[in-house]
């Protein structure tokens, strides 16, 4: 056993040297925190809502995880990145969604036809005897109203 110049054991404080503790495990679980969500952002992109969320907290988390420190873990770092990523490839999917949309409105029944064949392919049911509409029908109503719209705005 070690002792210091006082006649004091210094075991403790050597066995447990290279471990953690308080302030910095808090930031060390924060940033592993922001990689697995981060990841998550990245991996979850075509859910398009799990994205916002996943890749919202990596980057809170990550940023938190530094504390006072100077610098940010690496975990933290790459969270943070994910998080980043996975947040503009969704914003960049969304945006690119509405412009195609409200570009060829032309295109709005045709979609809609596709869901209602899938829904009535997968449960046995139509649209209309569950919602009393169908989604084509819908989307040609909202064709019509971005049509509209489109012809008030040119001179």
């Known amino acids: 056993m070690e002792t210091n110049r ?8 050597t066995q447990h040297a290279g471990t953690p503790t308080g302030a910095a495990k808090a930031g060390l679980t924060m ?5 697995i969500f981060g990841a998550g952002a990245l991996l979850t992109l075509l859910t398009v809502f799990l994205p916002l969320v996943l890749g919202s907290l990596a980057i809170v988390l990550a940023l938190l995880s530094k504390g006072s420190e100077k610098k940010m873990l690496t975990q933290a770092k790459v969270g943070f990145g994910c998080g980043i990523a996975g ?5 960049a999917l969304l945006g690119s969604t509405y412009a195609l949309m409200f570009t ?10 596709m869901v ?11 649209t209309e005897d ?13 064709a019509e109203k971005i049509t509209s719209l489109k012809e008030r705005r040119l001179p």
Do not use: C, W
């Open 87 to 91: 947040l503009s490839m969704v914003l």
């Open 104 to 113: 060829h409105p032309e295109m709005l029944p045709e979609a809609g036809r």
């Open 130 to 142: 569950i919602l009393g509409f169908s989604y084509e029908d819908l989307m040609t109503q909202q």
């Open 116 to 126: 209602d064949t899938m829904y009535e392919e997968t449960y046995d049911t139509k």
């Open 6 to 13: 006082n006649n004091q054991s210094t075991s403790y404080h």
């Open 31 to 35: 940033a592993s925190a922001a990689l």
